[in-house]
């Protein structure tokens, strides 16, 4: 028989369990703790107090920075801006004529022909000069427009597709003026003395300076290789009207002897070959009577520049 016990509760060997004389205030109590607990879950929970939690803050609850300026600091009002008025546009002027140089007169001076002197004629029987023409009017006198220089005129005006006037109007001029220019391309050791031949290997060219002016322009044929004229200063120290060479047995006339046996003189060879060929280390030209002319003209002492530009 089993035992009662105050629990009201026993095992038996199958594990069952079962009650056996339970108090019944120990039911109520046991349903009312289980009714509580049910009336718990369903109570809704309520937030918090305000005064106990921090708000979150949203974003239109943060201030944004305003753009009103500090009423503290005044602003500087902006003053409006006065409207450009456009400009016209510029109107292109003509091309102006280039200015004349200072060595050209007005053009009242101009035309020059034969009987005019003066500064003007000048400058025009240098320019003629400088480019080879003959200007031998008598003493080597300038600034008179005498028949060489009116003859000069005619060969350059023929040269250059002008009408042969002998007249110096103002297209020769210019023509002129731009054929001969620059004029002081010349070695000071060609222009510090009184006169001067000067010859340049390099253009093949014999000038007479006198008084830093050029008189005149000649061809020249200069030694062949192995035999190069000498290259200085020097001076004129012989002179021979008909000379025959001692050496070579061959004809110089017209000779200005400078350096040892080198002579500027008239080549007849040169007259004929041109520059095919060259000298023995003289100094040739080809017009006999330009090699005269000069010849007559320069004195004994007078210096011999040769020189490469």
Known sequence: ??????TGTARSCGGAERSYGYPMRRRLSTSAAVAACCALLLVPVLPAAADDATPTPTASATP?????????????PVTPTTPTTPTAPVTPTAPTTP?????DLPRRELPLKKGHFGHLVDVAQERLAWLGYDIADANLERQRYGESTQAAVKKFQAKFWLPQTGVVDRKTWNTLREMANPLGVLPLRCTEVSISLCADKTTRLIRLVVKGKVKLTLDARFGLPGMDTGEGVFSVNRKSRDHVSSLYRTWMPFALFFNGGEAVHYSPFFAADGYNGGSHGCIGTRDIKMAEWLFDRVPMGARVYVYRS
């Open 99 to 103: 200015t004349v140089p200072a060595v």
């Open 64 to 76: 944004s920075p305003s753009t009103t300026p500090d009423p503290t600091t005044p602003t500087t």
């Open 1 to 6: 028989m089993p035992l009662a016990t105050s």
